[in-house]
């Protein structure tokens, strides 16, 4: 475990090729937010100086995969590098049928087909991420969140904050009717990047196999997911993170997976199950939104960097070098006492803002105050997940805010060095000894839909 004191290890790569960063200063960061109407994805990258708005797409990819690229077999049908990844996915996954898609969301998207999800059917997960929920629901089907009650108290330690709450599931499908999809999504992206237990996946499963009911994994950070199981679940402490991973997997009927987190690759995703019936309706929808089913949508090299990625994220000497980063950016933000939800995540901190800024109410939108700071003194870039991108409103016109109010602090995958980190640290340290300064926001242009995206602000007071 890293002792904040400490340095962290080096990590298990050396660098290679460089990207340069831009400081840019606070003037110029004043003028560049006015013009972008305070709304942070407005703001060119080039003017960010540590860009922790995702962990998605963000890798750097290794050697090995940037050679992968030149052995791209940009064959119509069949190409090599198809055969690659699907040996490798099988390898991790146990799965029969491979099929490789361009992002995560068009897996979902296949997968709401191949189930003929519509508006009889009901789906529940632990918690389901943005864009699955989206394709659930316009199917027509519903989606319901079960993840433990635990996963609401920022402060409370709990090794499994992901996990899904099965006595619910069980009293649903008791009391209130089918269940026609299960997705466990690991490591919960929307719980931040809290982990689900070997113990919960398996318990899930006899639930869903008993139901009959099909059960995927939405599999975006299984690597991260198997590392946190082999830490905290003292029987797989011997286990390896690949055979911790295949436990998981194996347990389940299927996986939907976005590469753009542990693929370590900047674009791709893929669908792994052992159903043929299903697999087949997969392929036929496939060859009208996708592609031909060997490349989904993706050229033959980056189905290349995909199974390359794989090999490398499973690696333990790469995961432990993962997970230190994340405990480092923890403990040092825990030693000046900035509240973030409890314990670290995966792949972000999330930092819990109602009790950052008390007093600034939900319907000024802390969350989004708190970043527009962190953007204005120190060209740092973070996604905010409050009542911006999650209010809704009520047919009566009443705003219902979320029950968390977050900003996320997400960290690509071998992009920033410790300095970065610290970097971080004394930034959100000295944004907190000044938090009294910061002011709420109000909306002056609301979209609607996913109105964080497009919306724009101006600073109250
Ligand atoms: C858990 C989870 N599932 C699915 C997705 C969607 O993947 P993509 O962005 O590749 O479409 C994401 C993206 O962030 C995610 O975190």
Not at 54 to 74: I, K, N, V
Request: proline share 4%; hydrophobic share 40%; net charge negative.
């Amino acid at each position: 475990m890293t002792d904040i004191n400490q340095k962290l290890d080096p990590p298990p790569y050396k660098i290679k090729v460089v990207e340069p960063i831009k400081k840019t200063t606070r003037k110029e960061r004043k003028r560049l937010l006015e013009e972008a109407g305070y709304n942070f994805f407005n703001i060119a990258a080039e003017n960010i100086y540590i860009d922790l708005l995702t962990d998605s797409g963000t890798s750097a990819m290794s050697d090995y995969q940037w050679a992968g690229l030149m052995l791209g077999d940009e064959s119509y049908a069949q190409c090599k590098n198809f055969f690659n990844l699907q040996s490798v996915v099988q390898d991790i996954t146990g799965y029969k049928f491979v099929i490789p898609t361009h992002q995560g969301r068009s897996a979902e998207n296949l997968i709401c087909y191949a189930l003929n999800l519509d508006d009889t059917k009901v789906t529940v997960s632990n918690q389901f991420f943005d864009t699955t929920r989206a394709n659930i629901e316009i199917s027509g089907a519903k989606a319901y969140d079960f993840v433990i009650p635990e996963a609401f108290q920022p402060s409370l330690i709990h090794n499994f904050k992901g996990n899904l709450n099965t006595g619910a599931l069980e009293d649903y499908i008791q009391n209130e009717g089918d269940v026609s999809l299960i997705v466990v999504t690991v490591t919960n992206n929307a719980g931040g990047g809290q982990p689900v237990s070997l113990a919960n996946i398996i318990e899930v499963s006899r639930i869903a196999k008993m139901n009959k009911i099909p059960f995927f994994l939405d599999a975006a950070r299984f690597a991260e997911n198997a590392y946190f199981i082999k830490l905290r679940e003292k029987e797989y402490q011997n286990n390896s993170p690949k055979e911790i991973a295949s436990m998981m997997f194996s347990n389940s009927d299927g996986c939907m997976v976005s590469a753009k987190k542990d693929g370590l690759v900047n674009i791709g995703g893929f669908i792994a199950l052992n159903d043929e019936q299903i697999y087949r309706r997969i392929k036929e929808r496939m060859t009208v939104i996708e592609g031909f089913p060997t490349y989904g949508g993706l050229a033959g090299r980056d189905l290349e960097a995909i199974a390359r990625g794989l090999t490398e994220v499973i690696r333990e000497d790469y995961l432990e070098y993962r997970h230190q980063q994340l405990e480092y950016l923890g403990k040092g933000l825990e030693k000046g006492g900035v509240p973030f939800i409890k314990p670290v995540g995966g792949h972000s901190i999330n930092l819990d803002v109602k009790s950052f800024l008390p007093n600034i109410p939900q319907s000024e939108f802390p969350a989004w105050a708190l970043t527009i700071a962190l953007y204005e003194y120190y060209g740092i870039r973070a996604a905010e997940l409050g009542s911006v991108a999650f209010a809704r409103k009520q047919d009566d016109g009443k705003w219902i805010f979320p029950e968390l109010e977050q900003v996320r602090l997400a960290i690509p995958r071998r992009v920033y060095s410790q300095e970065h980190l610290n970097y971080v640290i004394d930034s959100v340290l000295d944004l907190y000894k000044h938090r009294a300064d910061i002011t709420g926001m109000k909306i002056v242009y609301d979209p609607g839909v996913l109105r964080h995206f497009t919306a724009r602000f101006s600073p109250l007071g």
